[in-house]
């Protein structure tokens, strides 16, 4: 799907991250991608985002949309002129906007579920959730903190930052073969820890597809107010 470079703002953006056996991950993953593992595990998670001022490049920040906005990805690689790239899968997009519920798929890379979102966010603590229209719901609470988790399967916070910054290609299915592929670009790259009190994700409790005590919560990140730009990459299709 080529679409024009869009511009914005990542007011926030919470990443919570978990960690799963790659076989059992590799069942829900269609060709041509494959997991990506690290350290013998696949890494699994949701992103929560706040975008703001999102438009067309070159057009004022004042007729920009904003919307609340989640999405359920899972790091994955393929293979790519000879070369192993590295990037997400993104198997499901919620959003707050009505606006991105209608163009997604069409307008915006993936289809997006509307759904609704609860934000509470003071000094440092977040209460994140949303339950969507077909009732897939993930609420976390969390507050910034010096301290990685120390029980991460990341040696580090900086270990943890490059690989996500490595895998900023996503992909994101559209109708039942073609995947829209899109590109992040940032002005920046910094990421803080956050201490996560509790995290429920129906997603990630489906037993059907994560038998019970296959997913084990890993870390939660944080990034707030940076400028980026979404770029069309070559859409790719099921194998």
């Not at 939660?220 to 099921?238: F, G, I, P, Q």
Request: a positive charge; hydrophobic letters at 35%.
């Amino acid at each position: 799907m080529k679409i024009p470079t869009i511009k914005g703002i990542i007011d926030r953006r919470v990443l919570i991250n978990y960690t799963v056996d790659p076989e059992i991950i590799a069942k829900l993953i269609p060709k041509p991608f494959r997991p990506h593992v690290y350290k013998g595990k696949a890494i699994v998670g949701i992103c929560l985002i706040r975008l703001k001022h999102i438009r067309p490049k070159g057009l004022p920040a004042f007729v920009g949309l904003s919307s609340e906005n989640g999405a359920h990805r899972i790091a994955v690689e393929w293979d790519e002129n000879g070369e192993v790239k590295n990037g997400v899968y993104i198997p499901r997009r919620d959003t707050s906007s009505l606006i991105n519920n209608i163009v997604g798929g069409r307008i915006f890379p993936g289809e997006h579920c509307l759904a609704k979102f609860n934000v509470e966010e003071s000094n440092g603590n977040y209460a994140i959730s949303f339950k969507s229209s077909d009732n897939t719901s993930i609420a976390i609470e969390a507050k910034k903190t010096n301290s990685f988790n120390s029980n991460s399967i990341f040696q580090n916070l900086s270990a943890v930052s490059d690989f996500f910054e490595n895998g900023r290609i996503g992909y994101s299915p559209n109708g039942k073969t073609k995947f829209d592929g899109m590109w992040l670009k940032t002005n920046q790259w910094k990421v803080e820890a956050l201490e996560v009190k509790s995290v429920v994700s129906s997603f990630f409790a489906n037993e059907t597809n994560f038998p019970k005590g296959s997913v084990q919560f890993d870390n939660a990140l944080l990034m707030t107010n940076v400028e980026h730009e979404w770029h069309s990459v070559e859409d790719k299709y099921t194998c």
